[in-house]
């Protein structure tokens, strides 16, 4: 029996599930490229290269790694794939063997992770946290791209999902390891991480197919990966917009607020244009829209998102009502009151394609700590009384200023004898403040 591949989707499916794509002439504003490890980061990486232009050029660059040949095999549109030679039947769920695999791989997958990123604006690693290619490898891709950047100005993002609760212990206590080893680099905004969380995307399918959103042929994980793949497309399609007025959530600031660093989370909102005729409606239905989330949810917006851009997008019949001044303030007062302590970059732009009576929100907030979910996460591995070394607290004072830097993020699935750290460190990455001179790794001179 052959390998069962992963079908490529309609594209009138595609187009229905991110909006604006498909359409005539659209475009992207910032060069992105992803680098999916594991099962769940090729799947991922297979559906943004979809993503076609009207002429059919891919819009996105992409690598899928993994240690499992089936695995790879089985993603057919993602063709740039590196297979981990001496571990083709897989990591087996076990990080250490995941680990292994990218360390006795170390100079073609490195090769492999600088090609794809050069001329990038930003490179976005992609991986499932439980199990175990992605779980043993994502910490390498982190310190190899703390060192690209250091040297070629290139910026990171990470990419990662949790387990769902259903999901077993060891997965679990697997993602709770590496997410200990990234809470300070994520509480001091050293690197922006996308967080998936698999629990809220399964309800929400499930919910979708309830209401009759969803055919029934249509899976869980394909509904979740485009989900996923979508939302920096979204923003990415948007920003690439002539805009309506004078303000413009462009492609420079989407990559400000994207790289301040802490978890990023995504939201999109269709209101009844008559609702913007209430502030107390509006407000509600933005602050409904905002903690939904779409991979997302449980954060503590109020007092940790540092940077947030919001599109505003009205259909062409509607455009002077939505954006009277007086309904524009309405809206802006409703999303700073979320956010007082946020830089807000604005957008309003007109739909010129849809005559409705719906106006769409889209936004993108940075620099939180970990949500809620890993909280519940953290109380499913001491009910079990799991023997891992992870800290319960995983949060870090925001308000602390960082007075040194962080060193190197150790894999803690590394065994020691092959520990091999060049001398770098995590400190001030994704900040302007001048640092002194580092010299690249032997490793990093070579492929510049």
Known sequence: MGVKTMARYEKGYINSRIKYHGRKGADISNKFAFVGLGLMGNRVVDTISQFENDSGKVFYPTLAINTNQQDLDSIENCK??????????????????????????????????????????????VAGLGGGTGTGGVLNFVNWAIQIREHTGIQ????????????????????????????????????????????MLYKDYLRRRE?????????????????????????????????????????????RVLNTGGCVTFSRMKIPTEDFKDERTLMTRIENGIEKGLVSQGYDYKNEVVSMGVSIISPINKTHEVFDIVVLDK????????????????????????????????????????????????????NQKQSVNITKDLSLDYKEEVT?????????????????????????????????????????????
């Open 404 to 448: 040194e830097k962080i060193s190197v993020i150790v894999n803690p699935f590394e065994e020691v004898s092959e520990t091999k750290v060049d001398n770098f460190s995590l400190g001030g990455i994704f900040s302007e403040e001048k640092r002194e001179e580092i010299v690249a790794p032997d490793w990093l001179k070579d492929m510049l």
């Open 211 to 255: 209401q009759g959103k969803l055919n029934n042929d249509v899976d869980w994980t394909s509904d979740s990966n485009l989900t996923i793949s979508g939302v920096i497309h979204q923003l990415n399609l948007i920003t690439k917009f002539k805009p309506t007025g004078n303000k413009n959530f462009d492609a420079q600031e989407l990559l």
């Open 156 to 199: 990171f993002g990470l990419m990662l999902s949790i387990p769902r609760d259903n999901d077993g212990n060891l997965e679990n206590r697997n993602a709770l390891t590496i997410l200990n080893q990234i809470k300070e680099l994520v509480a001091k905004r050293q690197v922006p991480l996308i967080l998936i969380d698999n629990e």
């Open 80 to 125: 740039n794939k590196l297979l981990l030679e001496g571990f083709e039947k897989g990591a087996g769920r076990n990080p250490q063997m995941g680990h292994r695999a990218i360390a006795k791989n170390e100079e073609k997958v490195r090769r492999a992770f600088v090609n794809i990123s050069d001329d990038m604006d930003m490179t976005f690693i």
């Open 331 to 382: 809206i802006e007062r409703s999303v700073s009151k979320l956010v007082p302590n946020a830089d807000i970059f604005w957008g309003t732009y007109e739909d010129k394609v849809e005559n409705t009576n719906y106006t769409y929100i889209f936004t993108v907030m940075a620099g939180m700590n970990f949500p809620q979910r890993v909280d519940k996460m953290h109380e499913k591995a001491q």
